[in-house]
C-alpha cells in the first residue's frame, strides 16, 4: 500500500497546489490554502493525449478550490503526461494517427475503443488507490464526500468504469467525446449516482445519437443533458448548474481564523 508523496509544492491566490507520486504514478492536488479542515474531495480526469496539469482542468480544479473549498486531485493515465509510454502505448498512437490521416474512420474508431479500454483498465486501480492514500491525508479524510468532476472524452472512458465500481463516489460529470461501446454502455448501467453530462453537439468523431445512447444508459434518476456547439476538442462549460457538485458533495466549512460575516 503506497502513500502519497508531496515532491513539489506553491500557492497562489487562495489556492495549495502540491505534486505528488503515488508509487510510480504522478499526480497534483490542488487545496484551499487556509486548510478548513476536512473536505470533500474531487476526482478530475484528463483527455486523451494530454496531461493532469491541462490549463482547461487546472482552471475547474483552482474554480472548485476558491469557490467551495473542495480538494481536487488529478494523476496522469498510463502512457500519459510524466509517465512513459510502452511499446503497446506507441504502436496504438500510430495506429490512430496512420487511421485519421488515411480517413478511415472505422479502423480509427476501432483502435481508440481497444486503447483505451486497456488504459481504463489500467488507470481505474490507479485512481483507487490515489483515493485510498488521500482519505488517509488528515486535510481530507476517510469520511470526505468524493465526486468525479471533469471526464471529458478519455476522462469519460476512464471515469463511467470507474464511478461503476467505486461506491465512494457520490456524483459525477462527464463529458461526451468518446466512442460508445459495449462495455461502456455495461458500466453507465450500473451508475446510480447523480450525473451532469456535458456534449459537444458538433463532435466530429462521435455522433449525437451515441451520445444520447450513452446518456440513456446510465441507471440514475437524477441526471442532465447539457449540450452547447463545439468540436470534439471544444467542449464548453456554459449552462451548467453550477450547484451540482456543491448540491450533491456539500460545502466544505470556513477555514479556522477566516473572517466571519
Excluded: C
Excluded at 472505422?106 to 488504459?119: H, P, W
Aim: net charge negative; glycine share 10%.
Amino acid at each position: 500500500m503506497h502513500s502519497v508523496r508531496f515532491t513539489a509544492q506553491s500557492s497562489s491566490a487562495g489556492v495549495l497546489e502540491r505534486d505528488f507520486l503515488l508509487g510510480e504514478v504522478p499526480g497534483v492536488l490542488w487545496s484551499p490554502d487556509l486548510a478548513p479542515g476536512t473536505a470533500p474531495l474531487v476526482l478530475m480526469g484528463h483527455g486523451g493525449g494530454l496531461h493532469k496539469k491541462t490549463p482547461a482542468l487546472a482552471a475547474r480544479a483552482r474554480d472548485a478550490v476558491t469557490s467551495w473549498g473542495y480538494h481536487v486531485v488529478a494523476i496522469d493515465a498510463p502512457g500519459h503526461g510524466d509517465r512513459p509510454r510502452s511499446a503497446a502505448d506507441d504502436r496504438a498512437r500510430a495506429d490512430m494517427r496512420e487511421a485519421m490521416t488515411a480517413g478511415d474512420h472505422e479502423r480509427f474508431k476501432s483502435v481508440s475503443i481497444a486503447y483505451t479500454t486497456s488504459l481504463a483498465e489500467r488507470a481505474v486501480p490507479e485512481w483507487q488507490a490515489t483515493l485510498d492514500a488521500l482519505q488517509r491525508l488528515p486535510e481530507i479524510g476517510a469520511g470526505a464526500p468524493i465526486g468525479y468532476g471533469g471526464g471529458i472524452s478519455m476522462g469519460t472512458a476512464i471515469g463511467i468504469p470507474l464511478t461503476a465500481v467505486e461506491p465512494r463516489i457520490a456524483a459525477a460529470i462527464f463529458g461526451a467525446g468518446f466512442f460508445v461501446h459495449e462495455d461502456l454502455l455495461a458500466a453507465a448501467r450500473q451508475i446510480t449516482v447523480p450525473i451532469q453530462y456535458l456534449v459537444p453537439w458538433d463532435d466530429e468523431l462521435v455522433t449525437r445519437e451515441s451520445a444520447v445512447e450513452l446518456f440513456d444508459a446510465f441507471a440514475t434518476e437524477e441526471k442532465t443533458l447539457h449540450a452547447n456547439p463545439g468540436d470534439h476538442r471544444r467542449i464548453r462549460w456554459i449552462g451548467l448548474d453550477n450547484e451540482f457538485l456543491p448540491r450533491h458533495l456539500g460545502r466544505a466549512p470556513a477555514p479556522s481564523g477566516a473572517d466571519q460575516a
